[in-house]
């Protein structure tokens, strides 16, 4: 198999506290996915440079924006990608990982994620049910139960130059007790079932990721109604896929 089965329901955007209720599956079995094997393939040249890139900056990488009140400092990210909006002057700085990652189809993310030692990051959801997420072990400084991910109610550990990849929308939070820094490659693509409306949703989720910047500023604007909420979301949707549209993105070899 080289891509997921067909779940065939709506398109789902975590908009309030409902949790996902829906088909798709905490883990897919993606062993044998072409876009798997292409970054386990590259993984010494993909390690090389992040590695390069990491200890020549670990102390200027940036905290992960999470919304509202909750803090953690040692979850750090680099953003190439974020539903298909391209940062370029990152992407500059990592040739090998922004080439390696166009050849994937329907790829809408790329981060390089890095724990801290004793850091766990709390429980949250990801945005939509349209994404895939596949996790590349880069450094891996520990086994489970000393370092890993839970997904819905499964729990797997990270190996260096292996992947694994799961349903962003279910509830899930990863943890490091190790004493060092665990660092892995993650890469999102939209599922099958929504490929022709990923403008769609990158556009929609790029939406309720500036909804939630701005909640987080003014904590009252949580409480709107929900579907006062899917307004805002439809309209400001509408700017974010003119500047997708500019930049080119969703093209063919281009994610």
Request: aromatic fraction near 16%; charged fraction near 15%; charge should be positive.
């Given at each position: 198999?080289?891509?997921?089965?067909?779940?065939?329901?709506?398109?789902?955007?975590?908009?309030?506290?409902?949790?996902?209720?829906g088909k798709m599956p905490a883990f897919y079995d993606a062993e044998n996915w072409e876009m798997n094997k292409l970054l386990e393939q590259h993984y010494p040249d993909l390690k090389a440079e992040i590695m390069t890139y990491f200890g020549e900056n670990k102390d200027a990488i940036r905290s992960n924006f999470t919304p509202y009140d909750y803090h953690e400092k040692g979850w750090k990210t680099i953003n190439l990608y974020t539903y298909g909006l391209r940062y370029s002057k990152i992407c500059e700085q990592f040739p090998v990982l922004d080439s390696v990652t166009r050849q994937i189809p329907g790829m809408t993310m790329v981060q390089i994620a890095i724990l801290e030692p004793h850091v766990r990051v709390k429980a949250h959801l990801g945005d939509t049910n349209a994404i895939i997420r596949t996790h590349l072990g880069i450094s891996i400084p520990g086994k489970y139960p000393e370092l890993g991910l839970r997904v819905g109610q499964q729990e797997v550990c990270w190996e260096d130059g292996k992947t694994f990849s799961f349903c962003i929308v279910h509830r899930h939070y990863a943890w490091n007790n190790s004493a060092g820094y665990r660092i892995a490659l993650i890469v999102d693509v939209i599922h099958p079932d929504y490929k022709d409306r990923i403008a769609e949703v990158c556009s929609q989720s790029l939406a309720l990721i500036s909804m939630k910047f701005v909640a987080t500023k003014f904590p009252v604007l949580k409480?709107?109604?929900?579907?006062?909420?899917?307004?805002?979301?439809?309209?400001?949707?509408?700017?974010?896929?003119?500047?997708?549209?500019?930049?080119?993105?969703?093209?063919?070899?281009n994610g």
């Open positions: 198999m080289t891509q997921p089965p067909t779940v065939s329901e709506p398109l789902y955007f975590y908009l309030d506290n409902t949790w996902y209720k409480n709107m109604p929900r579907s006062l909420t899917r307004i805002l979301q439809k309209l400001l949707a509408l700017p974010v896929r003119l500047i997708l549209f500019f930049q080119g993105a969703f093209k063919t070899g």
